[in-house]
């Protein structure tokens, strides 16, 4: 850090921030990137460069970077009653409205909804209350969760048992037992040769049910999955995936839950996730753009069977013990439920049908692109595959450190990327303009461009 000026924000931070999901040693040579304002759907670094942060910061600036009439009701909501629990009978108004907001918008019939301050917490609860549904229903032994491959459902200890992802468990002596994971819906990489996307989807179908087969139905309590899967760099589901899933759960009385953090709130051209794939959830997680990330907020969704067995085990064991000290926080719930009214009165889903053409066509154009080997997408997400040899599929060599180098020359170019392994995942504020969409893709091609030829020069 020798290199950064004393006292400067770079050096300060270095000395004070531990940075999540930030390589710590790497940090202390590169130091931060300081983001100090925005307009629209760019971000201002501390030396003026705009960028066109094309994953809407981590999925989520639904709205952009800053909202005047969000200021104005968070202020609001802070003057006339700032903080006040919902723990032990206790409530108010944004925490009533937001919820029967919610359960007059949910995809599938839903019963209650449980508030709390983000997606991890959202699917950390929604794990508490599988084991609670099936501990009421006299079935404790029905405890095992099965996530997919690739997938990533937060950072709590629970949370990231539910992650399929080694790289994020590695070090911490996670995942806890009983965590099981299964295929990654990706045709492009695991479909063999000539099986069609329904083909493709019968098959993980089959090995899903053979999983639950395996260890015993009866210990099998709940599937998670996002519509979209972010994790595994923004992937829609092949052609009939969720329908072949859903009729092996309903065959072994296994819940699903729907992780809809990402998918929540117009991300795939409907309001949830689940409408675009027809899932029908016992659970749904949602956050981000529930308040257009400008506050820290989730909530999760139960239907009548789960809220049943919550009732039930309140006849045996009193309370239900469970909750955060800001779950239902009024300031937060007030910017969400005037963040679902903008949502209305600006007519988002329809804005994101209607410029869902030209994302899916800008960016479907780098199909060309040497690099490239192929582009999915779905309403305002979705990515492109990075390959060495397009006929082959074959990966460039991690030790050429190509999700580094791509991000480098992105920003360069005054793009910021989300980078996921082989893929590119995008999601940029729903509120993005098709000219906005079209200088995503100028500066995506330029960028890729400048990595192809940095890498033919190796
Ligand atoms: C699908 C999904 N679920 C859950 C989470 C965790 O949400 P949070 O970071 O708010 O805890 C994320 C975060 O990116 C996510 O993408």
Redesign the pocket.
């Known amino acids: 850090m020798t290199h950064f000026t004393a006292n400067s924000p770079h050096a300060r931070d270095i000395a004070s921030v531990l940075h999540p999901q930030t390589h710590a040693r790497r940090h202390l040579e590169t130091g931060p990137t300081i983001m100090t304002g925005a307009e629209g759907i760019y971000v201002r670094d501390d030396s003026g460069n705009a960028f066109l942060d094309a994953g809407a910061g981590?999925?989520?600036a639904s709205l952009g970077y800053s909202n005047e009439r969000l200021a104005k009701v968070a202020y609001e909501a802070m003057r006339t009653l700032g903080y006040y629990q919902i723990f032990r009978h206790a409530s108010h108004g944004p925490a009533i409205d937001l919820s029967e907001k919610l359960l007059s918008i949910a995809p599938v019939p839903m019963s209650k909804v449980l508030l709390q301050?983000?997606?991890?917490?959202?699917?950390d609860s929604a794990v508490k209350l599988v084991w609670y549904h099936w501990h009421a229903q006299g079935r404790p032994e029905k405890r095992k969760i099965i996530s997919r491959r690739g997938?990533?459902?937060?950072?709590?200890c629970v949370?990231i048992s539910l992650?399929a992802k080694p790289e994020y468990q590695a070090g911490f002596g996670l995942p806890f037992d009983g965590f099981l994971y299964t295929d990654c819906p990706h045709h492009y990489r695991d479909a063999r040769p000539g099986e069609t996307e329904e083909q493709f989807s019968q098959r993980l179908a089959d090995a899903l049910e053979a999983l639950i087969l395996r260890e015993g139905p009866e210990t099998v309590a709940a599937f998670w999955c996002?519509p979209v899967?972010?994790?595994a760099g923004a992937l829609p589901p092949p052609r009939g995936y969720f329908r072949k899933i859903q009729a092996v759960l309903r065959k072994y009385d296994v819940l699903m839950v729907a992780?809809?953090?990402?998918?929540g709130f117009g991300r795939t051209g409907a309001m949830w996730g689940c409408q675009t794939y027809g899932m029908e959830p016992d659970m749904i997680?949602c956050?981000?753009a529930l308040s257009a990330a400008m506050q820290?907020i989730?909530a999760l969704l139960v239907n009548e069977r789960i809220f049943q067995s919550v009732l039930r085990q309140s006849d045996r064991y009193g309370a239900f013990i469970h909750g955060y000290t800001y779950a239902g926080h009024p300031v937060a719930a007030a910017v969400a439920l005037e963040t679902l009214r903008i949502y209305e009165e600006i007519g988002l889903i329809d804005h994101v049908k209607a410029v869902e053409p030209a994302f899916l066509r800008e960016l479907g154009a780098l199909r060309d692109h040497p690099l490239v080997g192929d582009f999915t997408g779905v309403g305002l997400i979705g990515g492109i595959e990075l390959v060495r040899d397009k006929a082959t599929k074959e990966n460039w060599p991690e030790a050429l450190g190509l999700g580094a180098r791509v991000d480098r020359i992105a920003r360069r170019n005054g793009l910021i990327l989300r980078i996921v392994g082989n893929r590119v995942a995008f999601s940029p504020p729903l509120i993005i303009t098709a000219d906005e969409i079209r200088e995503l893709a100028r500066r995506l091609r330029r960028t890729l461009d400048e990595v192809h030829a940095e890498l033919r020069a190796l």
């Not at 997938?151 to 709590?156: I, Q």
């Open positions: 981590l999925w989520c301050c983000s997606g991890s917490e959202a699917n997938s990533y459902h937060g950072s709590t949370a992650t996002d899967q972010g994790g992780d809809e953090v990402i998918c997680s956050a981000k820290p989730s």
